[in-house]
């Protein structure tokens, strides 16, 4: 199984923070984005949540809450 670097996993996450509403279930979600991201692996998207956290932390302290 190849590892995904971490640049490819950005531009999932940012399509994760601009898709996600509070009433979205997780289902719902993975289908929203693989629909922007065809070749993207369940793996990728549930690690993507993970990856923005820590960019956004790294930029902001605030905005990562």
Do not use: C, N, W
């Not at 629909?35 to 993207?40: C, E, G, L, N, T």
Request: aromatic share 4%; glycine share 4%.
């Amino acid at each position: 199984m190849a590892r995904v670097q971490m640049s490819e996993i950005e531009p999932i996450a940012r399509t994760i923070v601009e898709l996600a509403t509070a009433d979205m279930t997780p289902k719902q979600l993975i289908k929203a984005v693989r629909a922007r991201h065809k070749d993207a692996s369940k793996r990728d998207i549930t690690g993507a949540p993970f990856y923005g956290v820590i960019m956004a932390s790294e930029q902001s302290p605030e905005r990562s809450k």
